[in-house]
């Protein structure tokens, strides 16, 4: 399940013993609503291994801006606070697991 994160814990959230999957995403974008769901399957299938966490571009606009988020939904992989991956827009499910490799 994707945790909310807010701009205060966002620096801890990312430096987890595990990699992190961050969703930037906001309530009236179509397509962060059509990813959604996919982040929760994956989110689910790597629950031992994976953390996921989702940010809200309305409610934290200084960090949508501090990671250059320009488009929604964008996804960042982190591994030991440091950025793995990033990806911009609508991904199918098989194109996630694709990312996530990188920082397993």
């Known amino acids: ?9 966002f620096s801890t959230f ?5 990699p992190v999957l ?3 995403w906001a309530t009236w974008c179509g397509p962060c609503r059509m990813l959604s769901p996919i982040v929760e399957e ?9 953390v996921v966490g989702k940010v809200n571009v309305d409610e934290c606009p200084e960090l949508a801006q501090q990671f250059g988020v ?3 939904p ?9 950025i793995v991956d990033k990806r911009i827009g ?7 697991e694709e990312m996530l490799k990188q920082a397993f």
């Open 1 to 9: 399940m994707a945790t909310e994160i807010k701009q205060e814990d």
């Open 14 to 18: 990312v430096k987890q013993d595990k």
């Open 22 to 24: 961050v969703d930037f």
């Open 42 to 50: 994956v989110s689910e299938a790597h629950a031992d291994t994976l």
């Open 70 to 72: 320009m488009s929604i």
């Open 74 to 82: 964008t996804l960042i992989l982190f591994k030991d606070g440091e």
């Open 90 to 96: 609508y991904q199918p499910k098989d194109e996630l």
